[in-house]
């Protein structure tokens, strides 16, 4: 086993702790076992964060299964995203991958055993009439006329389900438990269907479709998995899983452990409203950098260290939770703090003309990438007469409190020169177009010698040099904690969780800059080069997160 003083412990390493000792195991195995239906979501990533970094604590495997028994609902681009997003994370599955489908003929073989120990029956009550007889919570179920029928009836009728014979809704069969039972997953839940699909792996070999519950179980015993870890909503469906493993003629006897799913701030967790924000063209696909998707988090600019780190912090528990957005921003904003490079853009440009600079003369600044990190090396930033710089960055008049430009006082341009502010012109609608200044010339990494101190730091782009980007700001997509308690979420949508700006300024090394990498905006925050929209002649960035807690301050 690895080194365990920094590891954090929870119920589930305790579980597997006892069960070495013990000698019940003598390794473990893991799996993760997504239905490729859908994009995976953050959520997803806290559990194949336990699962791989159990296996990798413990020296032991971790399986990549796929749990393909709807394929009306499944395509082969859910398979490969999820394999994407499992790989971007940093794991390495045992192995193959695994597919449920891989196992259909010993399920069939499982659901004829049940059959012939009178444990399973094929009934043909229809769906309206199988709901009716299944009860409620409050009220127990009732027996289907086709529970008694004779062994010999149901192999008959199971293997025309097989063969096709049936149209689809016709019949299904079902295990013989307890209608009575006030567990519902127990009321004799179908465990076969008829479905004339085409699978995605099998083909057309099967019309007929074992259900998730029946599978699940079952592909962890056939895989030898020692401890299947699942969310709390699977807590009830633990007495079918053991049902089933108890009553086939199976060795491996796994063990199913349940945790609180992820509920983060600010988000949607359910994959209805996630697609109906999609379909609805409320966001821009599914790797929209406001949707809490795996694949929207890496186009945002988010690390796989940061989301390791926070499934991490989160922990693991069977206490239901909602986690503060700003615990998973913290995640991010210190693993870009050490590791990503600086950079200098300028998002609402103003013309800063320097008047004693000499016109045609340009002077390649040596800029050190990160203020802290000596090994990320330096830079060569072009500097000249003409600048660009934010226009919130300059005033004609201001307080003490604002350390940036303003006429007759002196602030410092990062990386180079002090320079004081003189004039400025404006449009017909009195905005600021232009400020003039006068540099010192012996301020070069150095105060000026009269002793005068500049106020503040001001970063800045030159204009001759600048390379035109569009910068999305992305905020949250949620203007509420919980949108999933609004009766209609839509309701609270932020109208400012995208703001795209067209006209940015920024310094020239960036053209080389590769999709997904990571900068530090100087004063601005943290953003990547967008992964999808490449134009020609345009750089298009995404905000990751800003350099502090915003939302913080509104909250308060």
């Known amino acids: ?164 014979d049936y149209p689809e809704g016709k019949c299904s069969l079902r295990a013989k438990i307890d209608m009575t039972s006030s567990f519902m997953c127990l009321r004799d839940p179908i465990i076969y269907r008829i479905k004339f699909a085409e699978h995605h792996q099998t083909g057309d070999k099967w019309c007929i479709y074992p259900m998730y519950d029946f599978t699940h179980c079952l592909s962890d015993a056939i895989e030898g998995i020692t401890h299947s870890v699942c969310t709390l909503e699977f807590q009830d469906n633990r007495r079918l899983y053991d049902w089933v493993i108890d009553n086939v003629s199976i060795e491996t006897k796994p063990h199913q452990y349940e945790f609180s799913r992820l509920n983060l701030e600010y988000t949607l967790m359910s994959k209805r409203k996630l697609l109906n924000l999609v379909e609805e063209n409320l966001v821009n ?31 693991v528990t069977k206490m239901e939770n909602t986690i503060e957005m700003g615990v998973l921003e913290a995640c991010i904003r210190e693993d870009l703090n050490d590791n990503a490079p600086r950079a200098m853009a300028v998002l ?50 201001a307080n003490k409190k604002y350390k940036r430009l303003v006429i007759d006082k002196a602030v410092r341009l990062r990386g180079a020169y002090v320079v004081t502010a003189t004039r400025c012109d404006k449009d017909t609608d009195g905005k600021v177009t232009t400020v003039y200044c006068n540099y010192n010339s012996e301020t070069l990494g150095k105060n000026p010698t009269d002793g005068t101190k500049p106020k503040g730091v001001i970063h800045w782009v030159s204009a001759a040099d600048a390379l035109d980007a569009e910068v999305r700001l992305y905020d949250r997509l949620f203007t509420v904690p919980n949108p999933a308690a609004e009766e209609d979420f839509h309701t609270v949508m932020n109208p400012e969780s995208l703001i795209v700006i067209e006209n940015a300024k920024v310094e020239p090394s960036l053209v080389d800059a590769k999709p997904e990498a990571a900068f530090q905006f100087e004063r601005q925050g943290y953003f990547c080069l967008d992964n999808k929209d490449l134009r020609e002649g345009k750089l298009v960035f995404n905000r990751t997160v800003g350099l502090r807690d915003t939302w913080a301050k509104i909250g308060k």
């Open 348 to 397: 609402d440009p103003i013309k800063l003309v320097i008047e004693n600079y000499p016109q045609d003369q340009t002077e390649q600044l040596t800029v050190k990438n990160h203020p802290s990190d000596e090994e990320q090396g330096t830079r060569i930033v072009p500097f000249s007469r003409e600048l660009y710089i934010e226009a919130e960055d300059f005033r004609e008049e």
């Open 285 to 315: 696909g599914w790797d929209d950098p406001r949707m809490p998707t795996i694949s929207a988090f890496r186009r945002r600019g988010y690390t796989p260290a940061s989301l390791r780190e926070f499934s991490k912090r989160i922990g």
């Open 1 to 164: 086993m690895s080194d365990t003083e920094n590891r954090p412990t929870n119920f589930i390493r305790q579980i597997i702790d006892a069960d070495l000792a013990s000698g019940k195991h003598e390794s473990i195995q893991t799996r993760f076992p997504p239905e490729p239906n859908g994009y995976l979501h953050i959520g997803h990533a806290k559990s194949i964060c336990l699962n791989f970094g159990l296996a990798q604590d413990y020296n032991g495997l971790c399986n990549l299964r796929f749990d393909d028994t709807n394929p009306e609902k499944e395509d082969i681009n859910y398979v490969n995203s999820i394999q994407k997003d499992v790989k971007w994370l940093g794991f390495e599955w045992a192995g193959d991958i695994h597919y449920s489908s891989d196992y259909f003929d010993q399920l069939h073989g499982f659901a004829v055993e049940l059959i012939e120990k009178g444990l399973a029956y094929v009934c043909f009550l229809n769906g309206e009439e199988t709901r009716e007889y299944r009860g409620t919570l409050n009220k127990p179920g009732k027996n289907s006329p086709y529970r008694d029928t004779t062994v010999e009836e149901n192999l008959t009728h199971f293997a025309k389900m097989k063969n096709g």
